[in-house]
T-cell receptor
Framework: KNEVEQSPQNLTAQEGEFITINCSYSVGISALHWLQQHPGGGIVSLFMLSSGKKKHGRLIATINIQEKHSSLHITASHPRDSAVYICAVRRGAQKLVFGQGTRLTINP | NAGVMQNPRHLVRRRGQEARLRCSPVKGHSHVYWYRQLPEEGLKFMVYLQKENIIDESGMPKERFSAEFPKEGPSILRIQQVVRGDSAAYFC?????????????FGPGTRLTVT
């Protein structure tokens, strides 16, 4: 079993829909990251969380340390949000362990 | 402000050749990480370096792979005698210091194809 599990693996939605991507982990962590990878593949860091909730524009990330669970939400989704979203947990000071990613497609 | 730079962006090597991948961290960052993304797989940690020191190489294959981050110049990931299974995207990230308060900033990646 992977240390970091994401669901769903693939998600297709219509423009404007509210999107939720989930991440569960099985190990102790010092922080959790949400990353975005577009086709052709550069990686952008969206959030780094160790507790609570963060919001940036239409993106919201939450984490429940007791439940070992995090969610990434996208409000008013748009085709340009189509990408792979990756959850990564930080073990110790620096090492990141990644989920398999969620491929999101937003249709116009 | 330049972000993390990686070059080349695409690299084609024949089996048995050497591949050298370069990573220039964000200016002022002294911590560099290398990750590998095999086709249809998730990212995997390879190595964590500070200037002139390897801190954690627990994700590096035992043979043919090496990494350095000299006092001057970029970090280099070197793969000797490449095989088809080395074909992957290799990402570098940097941070200003160690510790959980600091984000890692990713480069655009180098896509290595071994023919």
């Amino acid at each position: 079993k992977n240390e970091v599990e994401q669901s769903p693996q693939n998600l297709t939605a219509q423009e404007g829909e509210f999107i939720t991507i989930n991440c569960s982990y099985s190990v102790g962590i010092s922080a959790l990251h949400w990353l975005q990878q577009h086709p052709g593949g550069g990686i952008v860091s969206l959030f780094m969380l160790s507790s609570g909730k963060k919001k940036h524009g239409r993106l919201i990330a939450t984490i429940n340390i007791q439940e070992k669970h995090s969610s990434l939400h996208i409000t008013a989704s748009h085709p340009r949000d189509s990408a792979v979203y990756i959850c990564a947990v930080r073990r110790g000071a620096q090492k990141l362990v990644f989920g398999q990613g969620t491929r999101l497609t937003i249709n116009p | 402000n330049a972000g993390v730079m990686q070059n080349p962006r695409h690299l084609v090597r024949r089996r048995g050749q050497e591949a050298r991948l370069r990573c220039s961290p964000v200016k002022g960052h002294s911590h560099v990480y290398w990750y590998r993304q095999l086709p249809e797989e998730g990212l995997k940690f390879m190595v964590y370096l500070q200037k002139e020191n390897i801190i954690d190489e627990s994700g590096m294959p035992k043979e043919r792979f090496s990494a350095e981050f000299p006092k001057e110049g970029p970090s280099i990931l070197r793969i000797q005698q490449v095989v088809r299974g080395d074909s992957a995207a290799y990402f570098c990230a940097s941070s200003p210091q160690s510790g959980t308060s600091y984000e890692q900033y990713f480069g655009p990646g180098t896509r290595l194809t071994v023919t």
